[in-house]
Structure formats: structure tokens, C-alpha cells
């Protein structure tokens, strides 16, 4: 499975825009690129996911460079509740895994009031 | 409804017992996975399950037996427990393919002494 590469932390100020980025440049042309968030004392949920096109849903929005080797999710206006560790991860199209989600240690957003 | 559901949240018990953790997913997915989370954050897959078959197995000590009933359920017994092993465990369910999200358990927080 391709790798990605976050940075360990970043802060942001409430109700401001956050751009949290995320490289992949050994992405394969069929990988769909996923972000989850971990809340704290909560398992994972899913946010976005996309392949080729930029996406929104009512959580957030991700924008996937042209070449795909790099995406940034965007959270529109971060509120308190937003702070959590957020991981982007690859997964395969065809691939043998059955779908399994390889975690990186991900970004550590904090969001201050 | 919750859609991933685990028992119990919390364990705490002695070294060398053996204890058993419960998941069931409601969602209809066939494909089901437990995930260790420890002291410094790391989420590791352990097992996959796809419609009550083993998948995969993370070289995780034989110790460890995960059990499906049925396709949604996904149970984890852990004989002979060592202090390494506490950490948070994460049960999570899958429709299979890479186009689509797991969705994760609250987590079981395992406590060895």
C-alpha cells in the first residue's frame, strides 16, 4: 500500500478555515485517497474520500492536486468539536487487503476558541 | 442504532487470564476487523473477517482468537494476557471495495495488571 505523509500537529482558531495537508507521491493511478478522524476517547470515523476530483460533503471538503500525489482536506470553520487526530490514507482499488485501512500517525489538530 | 458496537468499554484484569471482547455490527457489511491502539496512538489492524472467514492476520500472537459466529460478529478472546497487551482495542465493519467507509467501534479499553 502507497505511503502518506502528515504533519505530526497543527493548530487552528474557531470558526477559521483549516487546510490540513497530506503527500502521496507513490500513489497509484487506482488508489482512492480517504481521511479519517479520531475524536479523543472515540474510534475512527470516516470524513471524505475521493479519486480524482475534488469532493464535498457536509463535514468537510478535499481537494486532490492534479497529479494526485498530494491532497488537503479543508475544514471549512473549525469549531472545538474539530479537534482530533486526522489521518489520510490510501486505499487500493484492486488489491487483495479486502479493503483494509493502513493508519500513519496522522495530524494533531488543536482548535483554539 | 448504534451501528458498531463493542462490550465492554472498560476491562481490567490480572496477568495470564484470559477475557473476551464482543463486537456486532448491524449495518450489514460482510467484512468486519480488530484494531489495537496503543500507549502512543498507533492504530494497528490485527484480523480481518470477510463473511466469517479469516482474511487476515497480522502476525499477532497466537494468543490472540478471533471468532465469528455470524457475519456480524466478530468476537476477540485473549488467552494468558500480558501487560503489553493493554491498550485500546477498535472493532470496525466494512461493505467491502475501496470506494465506500468502515465504520469503527467505540473502542475497549484493555488494562492488564
Known amino acids: 500500500d502507497a505511503k502518506t505523509t502528515q504533519p505530526n500537529s497543527m493548530e487552528s482558531n474557531e470558526e477559521e478555515p483549516v487546510h490540513l495537508p497530506c503527500n502521496h507521491s507513490?500513489?497509484?493511478?487506482?488508489?482512492?485517497i480517504h481521511w479519517y478522524r479520531q475524536l479523543p476517547s472515540q474510534g475512527p470515523e470516516y470524513v471524505i474520500h475521493?479519486?480524482?476530483s475534488n469532493v464535498n460533503n457536509r463535514m468537510a471538503s478535499l481537494a486532490i492536486a492534479e497529479d494526485r500525489k498530494s491532497s488537503t482536506l479543508i475544514l471549512h470553520r473549525a469549531t472545538l468539536r474539530d479537534a482530533a487526530v486526522y489521518y489520510c490514507i490510501l486505499r487500493a482499488r484492486f488489491s487483495s487487503n479486502t479493503g483494509k485501512l493502513i493508519f500513519g500517525q496522522g495530524t494533531t489538530l488543536q482548535v483554539k476558541p | 442504532d448504534t451501528a458498531v458496537s463493542q462490550t465492554p468499554k472498560y476491562l481490567v484484569t490480572q496477568m495470564g487470564n484470559d477475557k473476551s471482547i464482543k463486537c456486532e455490527q448491524n449495518?450489514?457489511?460482510?467484512?468486519m476487523y480488530w484494531y489495537k491502539q496503543d500507549s502512543k496512538k498507533f492504530l494497528k489492524i490485527m484480523f480481518s473477517y470477510n463473511n466469517k472467514e479469516l482474511i487476515i492476520n497480522e502476525t499477532v500472537p497466537n494468543r490472540f482468537s478471533p471468532k465469528s459466529p455470524d457475519k456480524a460478529h466478530l468476537n476477540l478472546h485473549i488467552n494468558s494476557l500480558e501487560l503489553g497487551d493493554s491498550a485500546v482495542y477498535f472493532c470496525a465493519s466494512h461493505p467491502g471495495g475501496p470506494n465506500t467507509e468502515a465504520f469503527f467501534g467505540q473502542g475497549t479499553r484493555l488494562t492488564v495488571v
Open positions: 449495518l450489514g457489511h460482510d467484512t
Open positions: 475521493g479519486l480524482t
Open positions: 507513490t500513489i497509484s493511478g487506482t488508489d482512492y
